[in-house]
């Protein structure tokens, strides 16, 4: 889908939505789109499950295969995220059962549906459209629910909702499948809305978040890092953040600060344009003991590179739960490891949320 297009289709969202009722597409043909009257609309499942239970067992490492599209992250040797999970967040909201923020890719995942009143092409082409249209609708009011940073959600920023017009710029229709509700044909279409990029939620919310950010209470300053040096800002290293068994909640603009209060990473540690592009942090959980996760595998520390450093978090700031403390061995860690320090400048970090196993 071309640029062109995906604008055309934003003029129409309006358009096909005020169709709603009476049942036909802008073009004529026949397809239902449900109004957003707050009643729950069909069920359009997404093609990958959300977390529906983050403490349970249950976690699928993603293979090895598929790390680079997995984790939305600077490159890394692959090797040192095995054993890790996707984090997909459901969004609380019972008229859009199957959206999640999937923190891992850094993408708002909605969907949408449109029934097929008539079995001509036309109609199987407007139900389509029709889907896709309800699947944007749902992706732009559940942004509003997506946690910023230590401030909250988007809904509490200045003019939230109607800020969140501007993101819908560049997504992806990720799947179109059709499915059967009382014996009726229905299209169900899966919305990907990166948060982060050139027109994103993130450039949309990035100035407020930052004006809400410097009313907090100062800090008692900001840990100095040492230098790296230019090979190391080169190598593939990961830092993992292990914050599971906290109250460690994923944020778009998460801080990472030392028990004592001084920040260690937040919005203002890189430049804007970074930070609306590649973010601060990814997110994932795994049941790999946190010992464990020490290890480097071979594979990875064949060249010398692709070391993983694995830090402690203490827990998170009071009615902060994206403000993340970390323990004081790893306070010490990046104080005075230069290579876990370019780790963490570099944005190759990953922090764990949720169940803690018994070690």
């Known amino acids: ?25 802008a073009d004529g043909a026949s397809a239902d789109v449900p109004a957003d009257t707050g ?111 230590p401030t909250g959600s988007v809904e509490g920023l200045r ?25 009726r044909p229905w299209w169900c279409s899966e919305v990907h809305v990166p948060m982060f990029g050139v027109t994103s939620l993130a450039g949309t919310v990035y100035d407020d978040q930052l004006r809400a950010v410097r009313r907090l209470p100062p800090a008692p300053g900001r840990l100095a890092l040492p230098a790296p040096a230019p090979e190391d800002l080169e190598r593939r290293d990961l830092l993992i953040i292990d914050a599971r068994g906290t109250d460690a909640q994923p944020a778009m603009f998460p801080v990472l600060a030392t028990e004592d209060g001084q920040v260690i990473l937040d919005l203002q540690s890189v430049p804007r344009e970074r930070a609306i592009r590649d973010g ?19 594979e990875a520390a064949k060249d010398g590179a692709g070391r993983r450093f694995v830090l402690r978090a203490a827990g998170t700031a009071k009615d902060q739960p994206a403000t993340f403390l970390l323990s004081a061995p790893a306070v010490e860690t990046l104080r005075t490891d230069p290579r876990a320090a370019a780790a963490l400048r570099s944005g190759r970090v990953v922090v764990l949320v949720g169940y803690a196993p018994q070690e």
């Open 1 to 25: 889908m071309n640029m062109m297009t995906l604008r055309l289709l934003l003029v129409g969202v309006a358009a096909m939505v005020l169709c709603a009722n009476v049942g036909v597409a």
């Open 39 to 149: 009643a729950q609309e069909p069920t359009c499942p997404a093609t990958q499950p959300a977390d529906t239970d983050p403490a349970g067992p249950a976690l699928i490492p993603v293979p090895l295969s598929e790390h680079a599209k997995a984790f939305s992250l600077p490159p890394v040797k692959p090797e040192l995220l095995t054993g890790l999970a996707p984090v997909r967040q459901p969004l609380q909201d019972a008229n859009h059962p199957g959206a999640y923020v999937d923190w891992s890719r850094r993408l708002i995942v909605a969907t949408g549906c449109g029934r097929q009143v008539r079995h001509t092409p036309q109609d199987i082409a407007a139900a389509k459209r029709a889907a896709d249209v309800v699947a944007l609708r749902n992706a732009m009011a559940l942004g509003s629910g997506v946690r910023i940073g």
């Open 159 to 183: 003019g939230g909702r109607v800020k969140l017009q501007g993101f819908l710029q560049d997504f992806e229709i990720a799947h179109r499948y059709p499915i059967e509700i009382d014996g």
């Open 280 to 298: 601060l942090v990814v997110f994932a959980r795994t049941d790999v003991a946190h010992d464990e996760l020490t290890g480097v595998t071979a």
